[in-house]
Structure formats: C-alpha cells, structure tokens
C-alpha cells in the first residue's frame, strides 16, 4: 500500500494547523475585542470558505496564484516556482479553506476572557502584551485545542480545493483524499477501502479526543 | 503644587449624562475614605487615578512625581499601585500562590519576607494551594487585597472591597483591613457608600456629590460640617475617639471617657485603657433643655450648641460641643421651635448606647 498520499496529508494538515494557529491569534483577539464597524465586515470574510462550494475557492485561488495571479507572480519572481500545482501553494489553499475552523474557537474562547481580569492585570504591572500572554492566552487553552484539532482535521478531508489549485502530483499535491478519488476512478476499489478506512478511523479518533478533552476540561 | 507627601490631582470628563470635575490635594498616609451615594463618582475617580480611563488634560502629581498631564499619562502598569475592585477578580487558571505572586515578579522592590508578614496579616496561608473557584466570598477578596499589597505599590486604591459581600463576610475582612491600618504605614483610599465602614477605618474624608467634591478634609472636621446635609443624608453623625475606663460586669456595659464626657456601651468592648472609636448617628441623639429624670436613655452629656443648619423639608443638623468633641444632632425643625434652641445655649444630649460602634484601631 503506497502510504505517501496519507503522509503528504498530515504534513499538509500539521503545516496548516500550526500557521493557523499563528494567524488566528491576532485575527481573533481583534475579532473578539474590537468596537469596530468593520468587525462584521471581516467576520463574513473569514466565514466564507464554510459557505463556498471548494470549487469557488478554488477557482479564485487558481487565478490568485497562477503565475498571472498576484500573489503567484511575486512568489515566481521570489523562488523561481509556480505557486500552482505545488506543496506551498497548497498549504496557502488550506489555510483559507480552514480559516474559520481555527478562528471562531479561538475568537469565541478570547471572547470569555473578561475584561476586568486584564484591567486587575495591569494595576498589577503587567503591560498590555504581559496581559495578552499571561492571562489571555491561558485562559483560552481549551479554545487553542478545538482550533488546532478542528484545522488539523479539516485540511486532512480538503478535496475540491487541492483538485482546483493542487492536481494530482505524487509527493506534491497527491494527498490522501485525491488519492482515493483516483484509484475510485480507476476501480482499484482495494487501495481505495484500505486508504478510506484509514481516514474514517482516523478522522472519527480526532473528534472522539477533542470532545472527551473538552468534557474532561468543563468538568474541572 | 504637592508636596512629597500628598497626591495632587484635577481631573475633568465626561461620560454620556455624567461629568467629573474634582480638583484634591490628598495625604499620602493613612487611609482616606471617599465617600458619596451611588453614580457620585466614587469609582470613576478611583479609575482615573489608576489609569484605567481615559481623561485626557487631567493631572495626577504623585509625591511630586508627575504620572499624568496635559502631554503624557503613564499607563496603568507603570502607576505601582495597588487596586482591590469590588469583586475579587482573582485569576482562574492560576492558585491563590501564583495569584499574590503575578504583581510581586512585575515589581521592582518587593522583599521576599513581606510575602510571609502580608500572607500571615491576612489570614490566607492555609489558602495558598486552593484555585480561586475553591475560595469563599470574604477569602477570595482578602487574597485580592494581598495580591495588590505584594506589588509594593505607593498606595493601594479600595472600591468598596466588601460591597460584594453579605454582612457576616464583612465583618470577617473589617478586621483584617483594621490590622492593616495599624500594621502598615501604606496609604489607602478607601472608597464606600457606607458611612459605618468609612468612620470604622478613615483618617480623612472626602466626599463626592454628582461628580464634584462637596468636602474634603480630616475625617470628624468633615463628618461635623453643617453644609452637607444633602449630600450625607442618614449617614449625618460625628465619631468620638476615647478610652474603656471601666466595665460593669454586672449589668455588662463598658464605660467610654473622652475629653468632654462618658459614656456607657453594652458589652465589653476591650480591656481597660484601650482605645476605642465612637461613630454616634445625628439621628440617635435627642436634646432636652433639662436634665430629664426617669428616663431609659442612659448617656446624658452636658454640651453647648454651636451651630444649627436646616435639612429640609422636616429637620435640622445641630452641632454640639462637648468638651472638645463635637457631636451632631437631628431634630425636628418643630423641636428646635417649641424649645426655642439657639446657637450658645447649654442643653443636655441623650445618646442611645446602641449608636455606638466599632473598636478603635489598634494602637
């Protein structure tokens, strides 16, 4: 059994998670502190790959990173390789396809942060970023762990979006759900059970540990 | 403007319908209540003093130290005080320990020993392992109280610490907080509407009306001025500072002296010698021109009326002296008509014992 379509997937997916986590930090303690009239403004953007069929996304995405597209161009001009048709541009692919997968956890979980326990922090003599790391960010483990587990688990199932800006390129952009829609169209229907399985049993493990932790922690 | 051991402040704004507009020069020492009924103020003062709210042209001079003008404001991580709000606000996901000990590692000047004399002042060292979520009402705001004091802070900022808190709690931290009156030298500022608990732990006073500052000085200079009685309404009373000399076992009542009189109190209030702070409500002393006879009220003292102020629609505030001790009395404004009460004339106060409160505060 070739494995390299499930490995190719979790490196996807742990890249993803971890760039999201990073992204989602500052987007959503803004999303979840700001008075801004621009705040529903953005909400809706992020929200939108949840509303979008993959093949939208994709499509812009195409365009965005083909060597015509902006982004696809400075990248070419930057490292001499298309954006398209690559591991880096699909890990660009997930992370918007994932966004809010890992900002609403963690926006909701920033949202519960009181306010006046950041206020009792800077009479104490924390600074606004001391408050931020101190305070804000433990009280919001719990949010971080549905974040992560839900991008990771996500990107691990993307299909539409790498079909559009990924193809099909072994070691590349074959990951485990394109994989398993090639042997289904070449009626290997064995390697497409063996790597189905895998991914049902897989997928069912994550969310069968993110809600037991997250029962586990409601009940401290 | 202000000396090494004062605060000098101004401050002005505006928030919706409510605007703030006091100018104070205050003691840095003892504890000074701030005073006024709900909205007047109180919090948004304390607030502002802690750089928690914005107001811009204001000035907050510190020891001659400028921590706010018309240019800069130092924000609030960088003002070193202490602030014990009114609920705890302890962290969740940190045990009372790391709780005290988050304002001590942001501190500059914080010895390790005054961890152990503020945990034993406050009665927590068997709390130290416990989370927040594992402490009572009153045990949670005395670890609040110890969190601010291990910040080392110049002063320690109070809004209404025990407001959160029903009346058995409250009287489990007023000691607490007496011991830290009579133990530490720290300035307090001590916000309430509560007048017992002002007149209980306050050396100056000042009180807030509407945003603006109706009066500001030492606490009984203060508490026996007849121009406020708007703004003190029921709180309108005097204290009385004075020594137990004697204690009656047989019908237990303890006998207070002052410079002016004695007075007799239900219960034995301490040992013989001690200290002890009065706080007698203008409501609960009466005057007669005589000495009455056959009466139930047991303290009768001897004073000389100096001033007379109307609270309308019904009363009237009348300053007495005793000795050197003033009092405030409420009548009706019938009364002081049929007896024909006048400034200089000599009338008899009865006192009901049960006005009385409060031990004094340590030595």
Not at chain 1, 135 to 145: D, E, F, N, T
Not at chain 2, 215 to 222: D, F, H, I, M, R
């Given at each position: 059994?070739?494995?390299?379509?499930?490995?190719?997937?979790?490196?996807?997916?742990?890249?993803?998670?971890?760039?999201?986590?990073?992204?989602?930090?500052?987007?959503?303690?803004?999303?979840?502190?700001?008075?801004?009239?621009?705040?529903?403004?953005?909400?809706?953007?992020?929200?939108?790959?949840?509303?979008?069929?993959?093949?939208?996304?994709?499509?812009?995405?195409?365009?965005?990173?083909?060597?015509?597209?902006?982004?696809?161009?400075?990248?070419?001009?930057?490292?001499?390789?298309?954006?398209?048709?690559?591991?880096?541009?699909?890990?660009?692919?997930?992370?918007?396809?994932?966004?809010?997968?890992?900002?609403?956890?963690?926006?909701?979980?920033?949202?519960?942060?009181?306010?006046?326990?950041?206020?009792?922090?800077?009479?104490?003599?924390?600074?606004?970023?001391?408050a931020f790391f101190s305070?804000?960010?433990?009280?919001?483990?719990?949010?971080?762990?549905?974040?992560?587990?839900?991008?990771?688990?996500?990107?691990?199932?993307?299909?539409?979006?790498?079909?559009?800006?990924?193809?099909?390129?072994?070691?590349?952009?074959?990951?485990?759900?394109?994989?398993?829609?090639?042997?289904?169209?070449?009626?290997?229907?064995?390697?497409?059970?063996?790597?189905?399985?895998?991914?049902?049993?897989?997928?069912?493990?994550?969310?069968?540990?993110?809600?037991?932790?997250?029962?586990?922690?409601?009940?401290? | 403007?202000?000396?090494?051991?004062?605060?000098a402040l101004r401050y002005?704004?505006?928030?919706?319908?409510?605007?703030?507009?006091?100018?104070?020069?205050?003691?840095?020492?003892?504890?000074?209540?701030?005073?006024?009924?709900?909205?007047?103020?109180?919090?948004?003062?304390?607030?502002?003093?802690?750089?928690?709210?914005?107001?811009?042209?204001?000035?907050?001079?510190?020891?001659?130290?400028?921590?706010?003008?018309?240019?800069?404001?130092?924000?609030?991580?960088?003002?070193?005080?202490?602030?014990?709000?009114?609920?705890?606000?302890?962290?969740?996901?940190?045990?009372?320990?790391?709780?005290?000990?988050?304002?001590?590692?942001?501190?500059?000047?914080?010895?390790?020993?005054?961890?152990?004399?503020?945990?034993?002042?406050?009665?927590?060292?068997?709390?130290?392992?416990?989370?927040?979520?594992?402490?009572?009402?009153?045990?949670?705001?005395?670890?609040?109280?110890?969190?601010?004091?291990?910040?080392?802070?110049?002063?320690?900022?109070?809004?209404?610490?025990?407001?959160?808190?029903?009346?058995?709690?409250k009287s489990e931290i007023?000691?607490?907080?007496?011991?830290?009156?009579?133990?530490?030298?720290?300035?307090?500022?001590?916000?309430?509407?509560?007048?017992?608990?002002?007149?209980?732990?306050?050396?100056?006073?000042?009180?807030?009306?509407?945003?603006?500052?109706?009066?500001?000085?030492?606490?009984?200079?203060?508490?026996?001025?007849?121009?406020?009685?708007?703004?003190?309404?029921?709180?309108?009373?005097?204290?009385?500072?004075?020594?137990?000399?004697?204690?009656?076992?047989?019908?237990?009542?303890?006998?207070?002296?002052?410079?002016?009189?004695?007075?007799?109190?239900?219960?034995?209030?301490?040992?013989?010698?001690?200290?002890?702070?009065?706080?007698?409500?203008?409501?609960?002393?009466?005057?007669?021109?005589?000495?009455?006879?056959?009466?139930?009220?047991?303290?009768?003292?001897?004073?000389?009326?100096?001033?007379?102020?109307?609270?309308?629609?019904?009363?009237?505030?009348?300053?007495?002296?005793?000795?050197?001790?003033?009092?405030?009395?409420?009548?009706?404004?019938?009364?002081?008509?049929?007896?024909?009460?006048?400034?200089?004339?000599?009338?008899?106060?009865?006192?009901?014992?049960?006005?009385?409160?409060?031990?004094?505060?340590?030595?």
């Amino acid at each position: 059994m070739d494995l390299g379509p499930l490995w190719l997937s979790v490196q996807l997916a742990s890249i993803t998670m971890l760039l999201l986590l990073l992204i989602g930090t500052p987007l959503g303690w803004w999303l979840a502190r700001t008075r801004s009239r621009l705040r529903p403004v953005l909400q809706a953007i992020v929200a939108l790959p949840i509303v979008l069929p993959p093949t939208v996304l994709g499509f812009y995405l195409l365009i965005l990173l083909g060597p015509a597209g902006s982004l696809g161009e400075w990248w070419f001009r930057l490292s001499g390789e298309s954006l398209t048709f690559s591991f880096a541009g699909l890990v660009i692919a997930s992370c918007i396809y994932s966004l809010p997968f890992a900002v609403q956890p963690i926006m909701s979980a920033f949202e519960a942060v009181r306010q006046s326990d950041l206020e009792a922090a800077w009479t104490l003599g924390a600074d606004r970023r001391d408050a931020f790391f101190s305070i804000a960010l433990p009280q919001s483990l719990r949010g971080y762990l549905n974040a992560a587990i839900l991008s990771f688990a996500h990107t691990l199932g993307e299909f539409g979006v790498v079909l559009m800006v990924g193809g099909n390129i072994p070691g590349e952009t074959r990951v485990i759900s394109i994989a398993i829609y090639d042997q289904v169209e070449s009626l290997q229907y064995a390697a497409a059970h063996q790597l189905s399985a895998i991914l049902l049993v897989f997928a069912f493990a994550v969310l069968l540990a993110m809600f037991a932790l997250n029962r586990q922690w409601r009940q401290q | 403007m202000s000396s090494v051991g004062e605060i000098a402040l101004r401050y002005q704004l505006q928030r919706g319908d409510f605007s703030l507009q006091v100018a104070l020069q205050l003691p840095l020492s003892g504890i000074t209540g701030i005073f006024g009924a709900s909205g007047a103020g109180k919090t948004t003062l304390l607030r502002c003093i802690a750089g928690l709210e914005e107001a811009p042209g204001s000035e907050l001079l510190v020891a001659g130290e400028r921590w706010q003008d018309a240019i800069s404001s130092r924000p609030a991580h960088a003002r070193e005080i202490g602030y014990v709000f009114q609920e705890p606000r302890l962290f969740s996901h940190l045990d009372v320990r790391a709780n005290i000990e988050y304002g001590m590692r942001r501190s500059p000047r914080r010895e390790a020993a005054e961890f152990a004399a503020v945990i034993a002042l406050l009665g927590i060292d068997k709390l130290l392992d416990r989370k927040p979520a594992e402490l009572s009402g009153g045990e949670a705001q005395r670890v609040a109280i110890a969190r601010a004091l291990m910040r080392a802070p110049r002063f320690v900022l109070m809004d209404e610490p025990l407001a959160s808190l029903d009346a058995a709690r409250k009287s489990e931290i007023l000691p607490y907080l007496e011991r830290l009156h009579a133990e530490s030298s720290i300035p307090i500022f001590y916000v309430s509407h509560n007048i017992d608990e002002i007149c209980c732990l306050c050396d100056h006073l000042v009180v807030l009306d509407n945003g603006h500052v109706a009066a500001s000085g030492e606490l009984q200079s203060v508490l026996v001025r007849m121009d406020l009685p708007q703004v003190m309404g029921d709180a309108a009373g005097s204290i009385l500072d004075g020594r137990i000399a004697n204690f009656d076992a047989n019908y237990s009542l303890s006998l207070l002296t002052f410079a002016g009189g004695e007075l007799w109190l239900p219960g034995q209030l301490g040992n013989i010698g001690d200290r002890y702070r009065l706080r007698i409500r203008a409501n609960d002393v009466s005057l007669s021109r005589k000495r009455p006879r056959d009466t139930t009220v047991l303290n009768l003292l001897d004073v000389v009326i100096e001033a007379v102020q109307d609270a309308p629609p019904a009363t009237q505030l009348v300053r007495l002296l005793a000795g050197q001790q003033r009092l405030v009395a409420r009548i009706t404004r019938r009364s002081r008509e049929e007896l024909n009460l006048q400034p200089g004339d000599r009338v008899v106060a009865q006192v009901k014992a049960v006005a009385v409160r409060r031990p004094e505060l340590g030595e």
